[in-house]
């Protein structure tokens, strides 16, 4: 899971299994695999540096619980 910013400025957590593609238009549009779109304000290269970060992390050690300073 990973955290974005909306443009309202809430935060989320995305399951980032659900991500499609990923592109800017110029805004970064997240399409999910059930046809939702995302519209944030992470560039699209932070949502895939994001994402291969939560991967490493999870498939590192996946034994150990998550915690809030890991979004």
Same mark, same amino acid.
Request: net charge negative.
């Given at each position: 899971?990973i955290e974005l910013t909306k443009f309202n400025d809430k935060k989320i957590? +995305?399951?980032?299994?659900?991500?499609?593609? &990923?592109? /800017?238009?110029?805004?970064? $549009? !997240?399409? +999910?695999?059930?046809?939702?779109?995302?519209? &944030?304000? /992470?560039?699209?290269?932070? $949502? !895939?540096?994001?994402?291969?970060?939560?991967?490493?992390?999870?498939?590192?050690?996946?034994?150990?619980?998550?915690?809030?300073?890991?979004?």
């Amino acid at each position: 899971m990973i955290e974005l910013t909306k443009f309202n400025d809430k935060k989320i957590i +995305l399951n980032c299994d659900l991500i499609e593609t &990923v592109e /800017e238009t110029p805004d970064t $549009v !997240v399409t +999910l695999i059930n046809g939702k779109k995302l519209i &944030v304000k /992470e560039d699209r290269l932070d $949502v !895939v540096n994001k994402t291969v970060e939560y991967r490493n992390r999870a498939f590192s050690n996946p034994i150990r619980p998550f915690v809030e300073e890991d979004l």
